[in-house]
């Protein structure tokens, strides 16, 4: 229970800092977004700095461990999120995102990886997905505080936002201190005593005795390693980089669309914070299936449904006056389906289909992967729906729906049930 608080700490903060911008900008747009272009890279330059930090540390882990990373990539954070509430223009903020997401970025393979690794195979999906989870609990709570600071600091609310984001590296540092080093990766470094040695103390506090390390791949990782798994770093790649286009592209401009139809600030964060509600029964629905019924059939039924509800409002609202609830409606089932299938298990395919020596690395790549996808969905949106209508930047997305959903159906393998390599 402890690793998986640890490890959806970063997932945790994620949807907190991430959901940080999608209010922010009402207020930066009068201050240093004032035009399309401006907002479009200052709501894509926190993703930058994610790719960056999943690339690099997500290897890194794989040569160096995974505590190390763990426990310190957060702190790193959360010392640019308040440089970025203290920002007086746009380029020092697009600077200080950038950093802010390359700790929260290296996070991500790493907690991933972590979880998977001293998880029982039995229960390993659900534990992963309650992990992904802590991304909407993260943005449920920051929805919820951003009431009061809007309420009582005004226009410099987005300053208080970002600087509210630092709280959780520091509660992750003091936790993850006292974190052992994955078992599965002092296996394949050769610590065999070390391994044997956290194995049996989790084993003792399960009260599980004479359990034995885990057999793991002592193939070093190498370019032609890396060649055997590319069908599985295109299949884990481009299902999650075409899950982030439709999905932050949509999530990261919610409440400003909600904002906008109902011209009230309040009204639009608390219809933004009724979004959880089929994201939150998407995600019950995939927990009990997802052990049962598996990965493959629930990523591609949630890709495709997803798809087919952008496009039907789409092409409704191209033809016909589409209102207030018509439009919640549609995200709404949006976030129904990708939590049955998608936002779950994209995250969670890359580790379980890479070996220990490449866990970090292959979940990094995908991590990146994804987060290029992010960028082109915050950063295309508003302009194809300054240029064209929302409409068309629905079926924008439908379209890397699927996507996605031909891609999972073509590539996917299916692991439940199976043991780490």
């Known amino acids: 229970d402890l690793i998986t608080v640890l490890s959806s700490m970063g997932v945790f903060m994620d949807g907190y800092v991430l959901s940080i911008f999608s209010t922010a900008e009402i207020f930066l747009k009068s201050d240093f977004l004032d ?14 700095g994610m790719f960056a930090g999943s690339l690099i540390f997500g290897n890194l882990s794989d040569s160096d ?24 223009n746009f380029l020092s903020f697009v600077l200080f995102q950038i950093l802010a997401g390359t700790g929260i970025g290296a996070d991500y393979p790493i907690s991933s990886s972590i979880q998977a690794e001293f998880t029982p195979r039995k229960i390993r999906g659900r534990y992963l997905v309650f992990n992904i989870f802590s991304w909407s609990l993260g943005s ?33 540092l003091v936790l993850r201190k006292r974190m052992t080093e994955s078992p599965y990766y002092l296996m394949a470094s050769g610590h065999y005593g070390e391994a044997q040695d956290v194995v049996r103390q989790f084993g003792e506090e399960a009260g599980i005795k004479n359990i034995r390390a885990p057999s793991v791949s002592e193939e070093r990782k190498s370019l032609a390693e890396l060649r055997k798994y590319l069908p599985l770093i295109f299949f884990t790649s481009v299902a999650w980089f075409s899950y982030d286009v439709s999905s932050y592209g949509i999530w990261n401009y919610t409440p400003s669309i909600f904002i906008g139809s109902s011209n009230s600030y309040l009204a639009g964060v608390i219809g933004t914070l009724l979004e959880e509600v089929p994201v939150i029964a998407g995600t019950i629905l995939c927990l009990l299936l997802i052990d049962s019924v598996g990965r493959r059939k629930l990523e591609y039924t949630g890709f495709m449904l997803a798809g087919i509800s952008l496009f039907l409002y789409s092409i409704y ?41 490449m866990r970090g690395t292959g979940t990094g790549i995908a991590t990146a992967s994804s987060r290029i996808g992010a960028i082109m969905g915050v950063f295309i949106f508003p302009i194809i729906v300054s240029s064209l209508s929302l409409s068309y930047g629905l079926l924008f997305f439908a379209i890397f729906e699927f996507i996605g959903f031909a891609v999972t159906l073509k590539f996917a393998p299916e692991t439940k049930g199976t043991s780490l390599k």
């Open 35 to 48: 035009k399309t272009i401006l907002l479009s890279i200052g709501a894509s330059s926190i993703f930058i």
């Open 65 to 88: 461990g995974r505590k190390k990373v763990f426990t310190y990539d957060l702190a790193f954070s959360a010392i640019f999120l308040i440089l970025s509430g203290l920002s007086t």
């Open 140 to 172: 449920i709570f920051f929805y919820i505080i951003s009431i009061p600071i809007y309420l009582y600091t005004g226009p410099d609310a987005w300053r208080y936002m970002y600087i509210s984001g630092a709280f959780i590296p520091v509660v992750a």
């Open 317 to 357: 609202s191209m033809h016909f006056t589409s209102s207030f609830a018509l439009l919640f409606a549609a995200f709404a089932m949006m976030h129904f389906f990708h939590n049955i299938g998608p936002t779950n298990i994209t995250y969670l395919y890359p580790s379980e289909v890479f070996p220990t020596n």
